[in-house]
T-cell receptor
Framework: GAVVSQHPSRVICKSGTSVKIECRSL??????MFWYRQFPKQSLMLMAT?????????EQGVEKDKFLINHASLTLSTLTVTSAHPEDSSFYIC?????????????FGPGTRLTVT | GEDVEQSLFLSVREGDSSVINCTYTDSSSTYLYWYKQEPGAGLQLLTY?????DMKQDQRLTVLLNKKDKHLSLRIADTQTGDSAIYFC???????????FGTGTQLKVEL
């Protein structure tokens, strides 16, 4: 199998605080993980590509100082939303590619619903 | 351009076939995917097709690819209520890993 988990599944935080979301590959190692955000009734938008042991690559328009990504191990990537504001409320989904596996197969996590009040 | 477009909504009766369509604009796409998303959940990979293929069948799912028209479709045979979800097509271009997702099609299966 190829199971990706996210924690927490749902989080509510106050405006101005920071929140960390974890993405874990449970039964495989992932050299590359991706972070997406999805607004209600919209498609997924890629935010950044996270490679183990190196800096993340951010998509155009995504603030790297606001969305901090750390991929410290082959099974864990974290996304920290710093100084969150209500407009950051969204569904955040991660995905992972198996180390040594075909790059055309991405496995998605169940998502994290962030609400900023 | 990089737009991947889908019709927003499809309603079918249980037992009928569903056909979900997707158009893309980049002829350099190497792989094309279909994902299923149930409410409040992540994405489940249903199937994918390599760009040099015209058709791929996997149990109740049939994917058709028309590269000339940049058109991708997903046919679900004998559609069941459990198939109700949002379906996203996605394309992967060239040697990169980035996926570009379509706008999503909400499939509603009625009894």
């Amino acid at each position: 199998g190829a199971v990706v988990s996210q924690h927490p599944s749902r989080v509510i935080c106050k405006s101005g605080t920071s929140v960390k979301i974890e993405c874990r590959s449970l039964d495989f190692q992932a050299t590359t993980m991706f972070w997406y955000r999805q607004f209600p009734k919209q498609s997924l938008m890629l935010m950044a590509t996270s490679n183990e042991g190196s800096k993340a690559t951010y998509e155009q328009g995504v603030e790297k100082d606001k969305f901090l990504i750390n991929h410290a191990s082959l099974t864990l990537s974290t996304l920290t939303v710093t100084s969150a504001h209500p407009e950051d409320s969204s569904f955040y989904i991660c995905s992972a590619i198996k180390a040594g596996g075909p790059s055309y197969e991405q496995y998605f996590g169940p998502g994290t619903r962030l609400t900023v009040t | 351009g990089e737009d991947v477009e889908q019709s927003l909504f499809l309603s079918v009766r249980e037992g009928d076939s569903s056909v979900i369509n997707c158009t893309y604009t980049d002829s350099s796409s190497t792989y094309l995917y279909w994902y299923k998303q149930e409410p409040g959940a992540g994405l489940q990979l249903l199937t994918y097709i390599f760009s040099n293929m015209d058709m791929k069948q996997d149990q109740r799912l049939t994917v058709l690819l028309n590269k000339k028209d940049k058109h991708l479709s997903l046919r679900i045979a004998d559609t069941q209520t459990g198939d109700s979800a949002i379906y996203f097509c996605a394309e992967k271009k060239g040697g990169g890993n980035k996926l570009t997702f379509g706008t999503g099609t909400q499939l509603k299966v009625e009894l």
